[in-house]
């Protein structure tokens, strides 16, 4: 089977995603988006708890897909083009260094730090990525 990006399958996207990122609770009304390579997910990204102007992103990425780049366009654009959104908000361990770089490579920005605002009690690194620093808006020919 080829590799290919994967729009409509939200619930087998979102499931993995929270099991890369040891998510427990209910992501509630979410969109997901992910590559599948071979029947199986390699990278994924759930968008959930929308308000009019911010939705909160969760991203897992195992494994290289060259498709990687469109993931992250189609994400953009959904999020500020298609819902109008002017952030997504991510919330990171401060005790997983390699995801927040890998994150602001992408574009996002620290915001603040949570105490405490993790399950377990650690600290989460709050990352905003904006539409006007993100790179994935370009068009698709461009990344």
């Known amino acids: 089977m080829p ?10 996207v979102g499931q993995w995603v929270a099991e890369q990122t040891d998510q427990t609770a209910s992501w ?3 969109v997901a988006m992910g590559i599948d ?7 994924g990204v759930v968008i959930n708890n929308y308000n009019n102007t911010n939705a909160t992103v969760h991203q897992a990425v195992k494994g290289f897909s060259k498709l990687v780049p469109e993931l992250f366009y ?3 654009n959904y999020a500020f ?10 919330m990171v361990p401060v005790s997983m260094p390699d995801v927040i770089a890998f994150n602001r490579k992408h574009g996002f920005v ?12 650690e600290d989460l690194q709050i990352m905003v990525l904006w539409p006007e620093n ?3 808006l370009k068009p698709k020919d461009e990344l």
């Not at 590799?3 to 087998?12: I, P």
């Not at 390579?37 to 990278?43: F, L, Q, T």
């Not at 083009?81 to 991510?90: A, D, E, V, W, Y």
């Open 81 to 90: 083009n298609h819902c109008g959104l002017k952030r997504l908000t991510g």
């Open 110 to 121: 620290d915001e603040f730090v949570m105490k405490y605002g993790a399950p377990d009690g």
């Open 134 to 136: 993100c790179r994935w």
């Open 74 to 76: 189609h994400v953009a």
């Open 37 to 43: 390579r071979d029947g199986e997910i390699v990278a």
């Open 28 to 30: 509630g009304d979410f």
């Open 3 to 12: 590799t290919s990006l994967v729009f409509d399958q939200h619930a087998r």
